[in-house]
Every structure is written in C-alpha cells, then in structure tokens.
C-alpha cells in the first residue's frame, strides 16, 4: 500500500473547541496522524512518499472559489482584527440560517466565518490552511498514483475532510478530500466513480457535493442522525435529485451497532457499488467505528478492520483511500493500519 503522507498536518493544531456551551480541548489532534504513520513504519506496509505540488484548479472544481479565498486569508484577517488574536483560535460564532441570505459577502470577517461554517467545534488556527491545502494535495496524488498503475494508495493527512462542503466547513474539516478526489478521477477520464464513507458519522459535504450528479455514487455507512452528529444529513431517504436520483446510498445504523451488522451494510453498500458500474472507488476511512471511540457509538473491534480492508479490496476497483476520523487517538494507528492490511492480503 502507498502512502502519501502530509507531514505540514501539525501546522493545524486547534488549542479548544465549543462542545455543549463549554470550551473543551480539540479532540482531533496531531496525534491521531502520528500514531498511524508510526504504525505504517512498524509494520513496513508499503511505501510512505511526500505530496505533489498542485495549483488551486483541482480544489476550486469541488469547492466554491469565493470559500476557498476565504480559508488562504482567513488567519491573517483573524489577527488583523486584534493583534492579540494570534494567541487564541478563530471560532464562529453567527450563521445565516433558513431565511437569512447568504449571496452577499458580508466585509465582517466574522460574518464571512459564519457564512462559511456550520458549527462552533471546528476551530481555525494559523497552520489551517497550509494542512488543509497539502492535504488536498495528498489525495490528488494518491489520485495520480491510482491513475499510473497503482492498484490503491492512502492520503494520510489531517484536518479531516468529509463533512467539509462546496462553500463550508465543520466537523473538524475544511477541504473535502474524498469529493476532491472523486473528481479528479473524473477529470481524468474515469466514467463513473464510488465514494463509499466508512465513518462512524455521515460524509455530509461529500453528499452534498455530488447529490445531483449521475456519474459520482456516494454510499455511507454511519451512525443513525436521529441521534448522531450530523444530524441533519444522512437520513435513508436521501437518494439524490435531479439527475443524481438514485446514486446516493444511506445506510444509518443506530448506536450500539456490532460489527457483523455494520458488515452487513458495508456489503450493500459494496453491492450498490458494483450494480453503478464504479470503475473506481474513493474510501472516505473513517475508524471512529471503533468500540473504544470517544465521540462515537459502534462496537468495532481492532481485527475487525483486517475485515474491513478485505471487503474493500474484494471490489476488485482502483481504490484511494483517504483518512477520515478515528478519535481514540492511541488505538487508531493500530486500527487504521488494520483496515490497508487487510485490504493488501486480499488484493494480493
């Protein structure tokens, strides 16, 4: 398995977040990243290589270019309200809900923050967009070394990316990795391409992104949003509109969920895969599915990601693999790790 691994991902190291009218430390942490590069040099899976350079193209044909100006400038214009601001994190704190319009940009800087977010957990720090950028430019590697023979690679990076969308960022993430390599395979020529999202909570923005689109099918297997982060994406009724009615698959399960039920949805999901056709597929590779995940609720254990890595490979697809959540931070290179093992054994 190659790894293409963005080691600018510290640089985004948020001090607090906004969890239930209290501020908390983050919860997604350097660590996380670390821990699974130390497993991948344990174990010696595979090879561990830097990101290519990219311009901005490949990022502004999945995220709106007035959001991604705003995430380059964002720190600078953070400071600039107060010099003493370089000591503390940006978090929003207003959002145009409902009725509200959101056409116009608004000179507040605070106003533009809201206007680009969704909640007041995903703070924004100095290094947010230099993380953000090289991590895009992980998953568009791993894309190009798919594309040259590579039967998979994995974009090891940080902030995570699924619930980013055209114009938002939360949930921890702010480019959209997976989306952004979904379409980079079909500006290559890939006909029709899988996003299958494997994290405890629904890829939101990836849903988001493509929920009109025939030609990218996105499936996720996640925690029910009755009572789970999103909440307000991710229902079993969501199969897409327009000319992207019936390629999006959602598949929530209710907290507790063990392993041989999850299994079984990842294999209708696997099955939905195959019966679009993919010629390729995107892994949004979330493992806060784990049993011991602090912010989560399924009943994963560490070999059941052996399984998992099977399953995917059993596609048969050109896969990229992109690093999503897993937040029992001394558990997830181990789980992680398990999940490319397993799909290496199977694909041989």
């Not at 510290?10 to 497993?39: I, Q, T």
């Not at 502004?60 to 964002?74: E, I, K, N």
């Amino acid at each position: 398995m190659l790894t293409i691994y963005n080691d600018q991902h510290p640089l985004h190291h948020g001090k607090m977040e906004m969890y239930r009218g209290n501020l908390v430390p983050c919860v997604e942490v350097p660590a996380r990243a670390d821990y699974v590069l130390a497993e991948l040099q344990s174990r010696k899976l595979g090879h561990i290589e830097a990101p290519q350079g990219f311009g901005l193209d490949a990022i502004t044909r999945v995220h709106a270019a007035r959001y991604v100006d705003f995430l380059a400038g964002a720190w600078d214009e953070w400071v600039a309200l107060d010099p003493a601001n370089a000591e503390r994190d940006a978090i929003p704190s207003y959002w145009p809900i409902r009725s509200f319009r959101s056409d116009v940009l608004p000179a507040s800087f605070p106003a533009r923050m809201g206007l680009f977010s969704y909640d007041a957990g995903s703070p924004l720090t100095s290094g947010t967009w230099r993380a953000a950028q090289t991590g895009a430019f992980c998953a568009l590697t791993a894309v190009q070394k798919v594309l040259q023979g590579e039967r998979s690679a994995f974009a090891l990076t940080r902030p995570p990316g699924h619930h980013a969308g055209a114009d938002f960022f939360g949930g921890y993430c702010f480019l959209n990795n997976a989306a952004i390599a979904a379409q980079a395979l079909r500006d290559a020529g890939v006909q029709r391409v899988a996003v299958l999202d494997i994290d405890y909570h629904h890829g939101n923005g990836t849903q988001a992104i493509f929920y009109d689109r025939p030609d990218v099918f996105f499936a996720s297997v996640h925690g029910d949003p009755h009572t789970e982060y999103p909440y307000y994406l991710g229902y079993a009724d969501e199969l897409g509109q327009g000319a992207g009615l019936g390629a999006n698959l959602n598949l929530p399960l209710p907290h507790g969920s063990d392993f041989a039920r999850w299994r079984a949805a990842l294999a209708v999901a696997l099955q939905s895969i195959a019966a679009f056709g993919a010629d390729a597929l995107v892994v949004s590779l979330g493992v806060d599915t784990f049993a011991g995940d602090p912010i989560a609720g399924f009943q994963l254990q560490s070999a059941d990601f052996l399984r998992v890595g099977e399953d995917l490979a059993a596609a048969g697809l050109p896969t990229v693999l992109v690093f999503e959540g897993g937040y029992a931070v001394a558990e997830v290179g181990v789980n992680a790790v398990n999940v490319l093992d397993g799909f290496v054994q199977r694909a041989g």
